[in-house]
């Protein structure tokens, strides 16, 4: 079914549409047309077809590349999906900034920002999904957030309808998290301006980044070889999504008060405790005999405990058992309770 630009369908099929690869179905899918930045009039005129449609009336979701959700059953309501991004580049001396359009690929970001020169992203590259959606998600990778980069955020208010320009104070990030994911359903992100440094200083904040590259020799490594070196580094460790579904790391690190951090530490010397009493989650899953691991035909990735992926064919309710026998376990052992980083639907 086809209202103006936009498409309508029924019953879709989600598989192709998360990276998880669980075949369960959506009620119904919009996808908007017209490219949020070379065609905003377009796009608008579909946001105001939305907005004056029955969207709201149950269940409804933007959804970017599906690489942080995994739908487990059937979606009982409607999924929005934006179309096609481009970006514009510029400067004011100070910065370079670039504006692009929502359903941009994060990693597509990153290197533009590389045949720029512009710095600050490489440390991102490879992160699966749009632009939108790490916004949403704060991604991070290898010591940078994108909140780091974050200038403005363009979004839509689907429930007043009104657009809105939101500062980096205004977007509320945190760990893996936003304003925008504090308020599910409630916003429409459309356009985000990244600010970029002009002089280049490597982020080697990251220890197993630092030492990678002191182990192949690389001691003042210029923005391309950081991009380079934390692409392989990265898919060195994680399942290929062209081989097995999975959603990156399915639980945040979970933050705990100092005195569990502590008597942990005491019991558990080579634990590693990170600023701000966080702890590793792939470490306490390795600790719990998980890693490697399979429940059904899901199963807890070789090389990453933090990573649980489709071993082929697995069905969201073997997600979810695994997911829940390992909270259980982690809990029993270690008294820490495991918060799913991945979005469960
Ligand atoms: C192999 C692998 C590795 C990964 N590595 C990392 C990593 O290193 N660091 C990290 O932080 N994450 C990582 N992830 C998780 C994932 O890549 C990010 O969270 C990514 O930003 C999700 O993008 P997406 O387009 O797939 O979003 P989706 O999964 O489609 O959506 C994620 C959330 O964003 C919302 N959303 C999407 N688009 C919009 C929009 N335009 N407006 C409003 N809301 C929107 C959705 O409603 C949903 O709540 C990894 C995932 C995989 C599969």
């Known amino acids: ?85 481009v970006f514009q580049g510029g400067g004011d001396g100070q910065y370079k900034y670039l504006t692009v359009g929502a359903r941009m690929l994060t990693d597509e970001v990153v290197r533009i920002s590389v045949g720029y020169k512009y710095y600050g992203a490489e440390n991102l590259s490879a992160i699966p999904g749009n632009i939108g959606a790490a916004v949403v998600q704060n991604v991070g990778a290898y010591g940078v957030e994108i909140k780091d980069l974050v200038d403005t955020v363009d979004a839509v208010d689907l429930l007043s309808g009104e657009r809105r320009t939101l500062s980096n104070e205004e977007c509320a990030f945190g760990y893996r998290t936003s304003l925008f994911k504090q308020q599910p359903g409630r916003w429409l992100i459309w356009r985000v301006k990244l600010r970029f440094s002009t002089t280049f200083k490597p982020n080697l904040s990251y220890k197993a980044l630092a030492d990678e590259l002191q182990r192949r020799g690389i001691a003042d490594p210029s923005q391309q070889q950081m991009r380079e070196v934390v692409t392989e580094l990265r898919w060195s460790k994680l399942p290929r999504p062209e081989e097995y579904g999975s959603a990156g790391s399915f639980f945040k690190n979970p933050v705990v008060d100092a005195s569990l951090a502590d008597s942990l530490k005491r019991e558990y010397p080579d634990m590693p405790v990170y600023p701000g009493n966080k702890l590793s989650a792939g470490w306490l899953i390795d600790r719990c005999g998980w890693k490697g691991r399979t429940l059904g035909r899901a199963g807890v990735w070789p090389k990453q405990a933090l990573v649980l992926y489709n071993t082929g064919g697995c069905t969201g309710q073997e997600v979810v058992d695994l997911a829940r026998a390992i909270q259980h376990d982690v809990r029993l052992q270690f008294g820490v309770a495991l918060e799913p980083e991945a979005i469960i639907v």
């Not at 549409?17 to 179905?25: A, E, M, P, R, Y």
């Not at 959506?26 to 579909?46: H, N, Q, T, V």
């Not at 946001?47 to 004056?52: A, G, R, S, T």
Request: aromatic share 14%.
């Open 1 to 85: 079914m086809r209202y103006g630009d936009m498409e309508i369908y029924e019953n879709y099929s989600l598989k192709g549409l998360s990276t998880f690869g669980i075949d369960v179905k959506a009620r119904r899918i919009l996808f908007l047309r017209g490219s949020s930045l070379d065609e905003p009039f377009r796009f608008m005129y579909d946001v105001d077809e939305l907005l004056k449609s029955d969207f709201r009336q149950g269940p409804y979701m933007v959804i970017g590349e599906g690489s942080n959700i995994v739908f487990t059953k059937d979606y009982e309501g409607t999924l929005i999906k934006i179309g096609e991004a």
